[in-house]
């Protein structure tokens, strides 16, 4: 739910949660509904430009590099050699950017359902999408859980779901069926991560999430929490799962390399990261 007032204040108000947050406009730029959600673009005086879907804080020019860092390279780095990447979801490219930084991966494939977010993309955030001419990935509009219903068995090493909340569009993306699907496409060793929702506010999510995961035959599962300004409460977190293995730490090396062309992402922050806070732990255990 937004508000847009004279003041030229954009702000979401999240009911759920029982806060809000505003960001300064100039002007609007284009409005889109698409037929899956009405897409918004601002111009804001500090954050840059500012994309809404269905009246959410998507995406800015400032601060995005959070949540497209961390969704992608804790999990890459995790994996010894990973080659074939899959992202479902990730229409505004950021993500997709941020996997072929990776000089091993072989090849990526974006799946989203609305071509209408990366057409926004491509015009209000090209930075974002500097990367989609790369000869290895593949950027396609299609149904996400449909694709990973029937990728071949054990073809994939990581599965990135870069998707909304779990309604409207997003909401398969969060169940026993998709994790399963998941499980079954990737090999041994493979990782899924997914968006999960703030700590914070969304612990109940959060749990329904790992059990399900868990549930699906995934054998070791890390959440790890980071800054995201424009979402609710500010903190937001990933959760990687990971088929047939335990999680044993990662390739440093690789991300002290990596750290000469991220904004947020360090051997530091990853292990900061994995450092879980004693709030989330115990509410993990009570599981």
């Known amino acids: 739910m937004a508000n847009l007032e004279q003041s030229k204040w954009f702000t979401e108000i999240s009911e759920r949660d029982g806060s809000a947050f ?18 918004e673009m601002y111009e804001t005086t500090d954050f840059g430009n500012l994309m809404i879907i269905d009246g959410c804080t998507m995406v800015t020019s ?5 949540y497209h860092e961390m969704i992608s390279h804790p999990a890459l780095l995790a994996h010894p050699n990973p080659k074939n990447v899959v992202i479902i979801g990730g229409g505004d490219c950021g993500t997709l950017r941020e996997v072929l930084k990776h000089p091993g991966v072989e090849s990526v494939t974006q799946i989203d359902i609305d071509e209408v977010v990366t057409q926004m993309s491509l015009k209000y955030f090209p930075e974002l999408c500097e990367a ?16 990973m219903r029937e990728a071949a068995a054990e073809s994939i090493d990581i599965v990135i779901v870069d998707g909304t909340d779990p309604v409207g569009p997003g909401e398969g993306l969060f169940n026993h069926a998709f994790y399963t699907s998941c499980l079954n496409a990737l090999r041994p060793g493979g990782i ?7 700590p914070l506010m969304h612990m109940p999510l959060l749990l329904e999430m790992r059990d399900a995961m868990t549930d699906v ?30 999680f044993a730490g990662f390739r440093e090396g690789a991300a002290a390399d990596l750290a000469q062309t991220t904004e947020y992402y360090n051997n530091g922050i990853h ?5 879980t806070p004693n709030y989330m732990k115990r509410a993990f255990e009570k599981k």
């Open 132 to 147: 989609n001419q790369d000869p290895r990935a593949t950027v396609m509009f299609d149904d996400g859980i449909k694709y």
């Open 62 to 66: 400032r601060e995005n590099f959070f």
């Open 217 to 246: 035959g995934f054998n070791d599962l890390q959440t790890l929490p980071f800054p995201q300004p424009i979402y609710p409460s500010g903190l937001w977190s990933v959760t990687l799962a990971r088929k047939g293995e335990e």
């Open 22 to 39: 505003s960001m300064r406009i100039n002007k609007k730029l284009e409005e889109q509904q698409s037929p899956f959600q009405k897409v």
């Open 271 to 275: 292990h900061g990261a994995l450092a």
């Open 192 to 198: 899924m991560v997914q968006q999960s929702e703030s």
